[in-house]
């Protein structure tokens, strides 16, 4: 397995990689889904192109057999940075290629940036996801800020979706 930066032509196959972890009934295949909390997409073309172009943010993708099988955002935030949208093809998870993204992530923002810390917002009834993190050594802050609302690509299924921080200092 191959991991290194997203480069614009991996850009479709990114959207596609990212909406089936998180969304829809092929990410029921996998543990990450949030198929029973939102509805819709993770995300779409515009926002992965606009996160690839842009300066402070980076992508980083997983290949085995020139096949795009994981990714992971990192965005620049002054003295840390923020990890999202981690994504491994759901049939592959529970197979530590989630752990390799995590930790190049995080070694890739401490040379390239020089941060001092991660940060991550997680749904918090996502318990199993939380319990992943923290045995990456992630610490919940009890930070919580309001789910985004994008009504184009998703709508919430319950009520009073938020999001809570987690960090963990490198």
């Given amino acids: 397995m191959q991991i290194e930066p ?17 969304r829809g009934e092929s990410s029921r295949l996998g543990w990450t889904t949030e198929a029973d909390l939102l509805e819709g997409l993770r995300t779409d073309l515009a926002d992965i192109t606009r996160l690839l172009t842009s300066s402070d943010s980076m992508i980083l993708i997983a290949e085995q057999d020139q096949q795009l099988i994981g990714s992971v955002h990192l965005q620049r935030n002054g003295d840390y940075a923020q990890l999202g949208m981690l ?8 197979q530590g290629i989630g752990k390799q993204l995590i930790s190049a992530a995080e070694i890739i923002a401490q040379q390239q940036w020089g941060v001092k810390s991660m940060r991550m917002a997680v749904i918090p009834c996502r318990e199993q996801l939380i319990a992943y993190y923290q045995r ?29 921080w987690l960090e963990k200092v490198l």
């Fill in 136 to 164: 990456r050594g992630y610490v919940r802050t009890g930070e919580t800020i309001p789910f985004p609302v994008n009504p184009a690509l998703w709508r919430p299924k319950v009520n009073g979706l938020c999001l809570e």
């Fill in 87 to 94: 994504s491994v093809k759901p049939t592959l998870q529970n």
């Fill in 6 to 22: 997203a480069k614009l032509k991996h850009a479709e196959s990114l959207v596609e990689l990212i909406n089936g972890t998180y």
